[in-house]
C-alpha cells in the first residue's frame, strides 16, 4: 500500500497532494463556503486553528489507518490550493467514500470532475480497492453530474448517524468487477 504522506497524483491540469496541518486556512475556507454549508453542512469550524484541529484529529488519523485521507487540489501550474479530494471511511457508510469540494472561484472548470476521476483511478489501481461509495445531498445537481460522468450509479438513499437528511447514494465498482 502506498503511504500518501509523500504520494501525489497528476492531471494535466492538476495535482493532488496529501492535506497537511499547513493546510488550515485551505480547510477552513472550504468548509465554510457557501455551496459547503449547504449540501454537506456547519461542521463548525469558525476558524484556522479549528481547522487545524480537524486534520489533526480526523484527516490524519485516517491517513494513517487507511493509507489515504483527504488531498488539497492545486492548479499545478500556479500552485493554487483550489479545494479538496478525497477518500474516507464515514460512518454510516457501507466502504469507502469519495468526497470533494472546490472553492467558490473554481466551480464549473471541470475541476471537481478531474480531481474526482484522477483520486477513483488511484483508489482502484493504487490503495487495492474494489468498490466506491459517493454521497450527495439531492439538490446538489453538479456534484450528482460529476459522480454520474464518473461512472457512480444511484443505488439508493441513506442517513447518516449524525444527520436526519436523506441523502442519495451512489456506488462504482472497479472496471472489470461489474455485476
Not at 92 to 99: A, E, H, N, P
Amino acid at each position: 500500500m502506498l503511504h500518501t504522506t509523500d504520494t501525489r497524483f497528476h492531471t494535466d491540469r492538476l495535482t493532488l497532494r496529501p492535506i497537511m496541518l499547513q493546510d488550515a486556512a485551505l480547510v477552513y475556507a472550504v468548509m465554510n463556503s457557501p455551496l459547503f454549508v449547504q449540501y454537506v453542512g456547519d461542521r463548525g469550524i469558525v476558524d484556522e486553528a479549528q481547522a487545524r484541529t480537524y486534520i489533526a484529529d480526523n484527516i490524519l488519523p485516517l491517513r494513517e489507518r487507511l493509507g489515504y485521507s483527504s488531498f488539497v487540489i492545486l492548479h499545478t501550474a500556479t500552485q493554487e490550493a483550489m479545494g479538496i479530494c478525497g477518500l474516507y471511511d464515514r460512518a454510516g457508510i457501507d466502504g469507502i467514500d469519495l468526497g470533494y469540494s472546490l472553492l467558490p472561484q473554481y466551480h464549473g472548470k471541470g475541476y471537481a470532475m478531474e480531481a474526482a476521476q484522477r483520486l477513483v483511478r488511484a483508489a482502484f489501481e493504487n490503495f487495492g480497492l474494489t468498490r466506491l461509495s459517493a454521497i450527495t445531498d439531492p439538490a446538489n445537481l453538479s456534484s450528482q453530474r460529476v459522480l454520474q460522468k464518473l461512472g457512480f450509479e444511484q443505488v439508493g438513499t441513506t442517513t447518516l448517524p449524525y444527520d436526519h437528511k436523506a441523502l442519495l447514494l451512489f456506488e462504482l465498482m472497479k472496471p472489470g468487477l461489474e455485476g
